[in-house]
């Protein structure tokens, strides 16, 4: 059974920093995209980041230049490094992948990390 753990979201300052990883595991054949998503209470899940198999990336507006996305292919595992954070990032972020697994193609969520900027 595939599943995605997400990790690092804590409490922080705002114009801090902090790095989210979110890590693979079961029975996975291969991964193609995956990416970040955050959701705050009453809103629909936005889109925070993306990146290819190939590393192409892709950004909200709102994080450009502040967020970088990044992944290990030898760990089947994703990274959220965010720097300058705002009171606006707030929210639930979940990380996101398509991946082959017995059962083929499929897109899997984990289970989200709670950011917090506040002073």
């Known amino acids: 059974q595939v599943q995605l753990v997400e990790s690092g979201g804590e409490l922080v300052q705002p114009g801090g920093s902090l790095r989210l990883s979110c890590a693979t595991s079961?029975?996975?054949?291969?991964?193609?995209?995956m990416g970040w998503y955050r959701q705050v209470p009453g809103k629909e899940r936005e889109l925070v980041a993306t990146?290819?198999?190939?590393?192409?990336?892709n950004y909200v507006d709102s994080v450009k230049g502040r967020f970088t996305i990044f992944r290990d292919n030898s760990k089947n595992t994703v990274y959220l490094q965010m720097n300058g954070l705002k009171a606006e990032d707030t929210a639930v972020y979940y990380c996101?992948?398509?991946?082959?697994?017995?059962?083929?193609?499929?897109?899997?969520w984990g289970q989200g990390t709670q950011v917090t900027v506040s002073s």
């Open positions: 996101s992948a398509h991946i082959l697994s017995h059962s083929g193609w499929s897109d899997y």
């Open positions: 990146i290819s198999s190939g590393g192409i990336t």
């Open positions: 079961g029975s996975i054949f291969g991964i193609t995209g």
